[in-house]
């Protein structure tokens, strides 16, 4: 697909448009593309849904910055509402369908075996910063463990809402 037939698409004001960005020879692509295309089915009278070949669509992927597939973008008046990367499972899909219907936004979920692992990696770091007393490792546990709590921070949600209605 070319850059200016993609523009075309997403600037249609009818419905609100999920993008799944997918490679044939991808892995997890193979895994959710057909949850992606059955929840375009049940959500077709509320949402679009549009699957581009990356292979096909450098220039696309180029213009959006998609460096990783499968990426699920989602689009509302031709800006981008919503996006992310990697395999997801079906109950996030589907809350990402229902959310675009309605004009809102989602953000990927931490699960918490992701959380426990993020948060150990941030004490064992922290440990090792102080028996090393260096400054670098305590500052990489506090980034590590800001990873594995960001998505609960009411101060950092705050913060990335104004960002977002800012640019």
Same mark, same amino acid.
């Given at each position: 697909?070319?850059?200016?037939?993609?523009? &075309?698409?997403?600037?249609?004001?009818?419905?609100?448009?999920?993008?799944?960005? #997918?490679? @044939?020879?991808?892995?997890?692509?193979?895994?959710?593309?057909?949850?992606? &295309?059955?929840?375009?089915?049940?959500?077709?009278?509320?949402?679009?849904?549009?699957?581009?070949?990356?292979?096909?669509? *450098?220039?696309?992927?180029? &213009?959006?910055?998609?460096? =990783?597939? *499968?990426?699920?973008?989602?689009?509302? /008046? %031709?800006?981008?509402?919503? +996006?992310?990367?990697?395999?997801?499972?079906?109950?996030?899909?589907? &809350?990402?369908?229902?959310?675009?219907?309605?004009?809102?936004?989602?953000?990927?979920?931490?699960?918490? @075996?992701?959380?426990?692992?993020?948060?150990?990696?941030?004490?064992?770091?922290?440990?090792? %910063?102080?028996?090393?007393?260096? #400054?670098?490792?305590?500052?990489? %546990? %506090?980034?590590?463990?800001? #990873? =594995?709590?960001?998505? +609960?921070?009411?101060? #950092?949600?705050?913060?990335? +809402?104004?960002?977002?209605? /800012?640019?």
């Amino acid at each position: 697909m070319k850059l200016n037939e993609f523009k &075309e698409i997403i600037d249609q004001p009818r419905k609100p448009l999920i993008v799944d960005f #997918w490679a @044939s020879w991808c892995v997890p692509c193979k895994v959710t593309k057909p949850i992606l &295309e059955s929840l375009a089915e049940t959500y077709s009278d509320q949402v679009k849904f549009l699957a581009v070949d990356a292979d096909d669509s *450098p220039e696309v992927l180029q &213009e959006y910055g998609v460096k =990783g597939i *499968p990426t699920v973008m989602a689009f509302n /008046n %031709g800006e981008v509402v919503t +996006r992310v990367t990697g395999a997801q499972n079906k109950a996030f899909y589907d &809350e990402m369908f229902q959310l675009t219907a309605k004009g809102e936004t989602i953000s990927p979920k931490v699960s918490s @075996s992701d959380r426990l692992v993020r948060l150990t990696a941030a004490l064992l770091f922290g440990i090792l %910063g102080i028996a090393l007393r260096s #400054w670098i490792p305590l500052v990489l %546990g %506090g980034l590590i463990g800001f #990873w =594995g709590l960001y998505d +609960r921070c009411p101060v #950092w949600a705050a913060i990335t +809402r104004r960002l977002r209605k /800012n640019s």
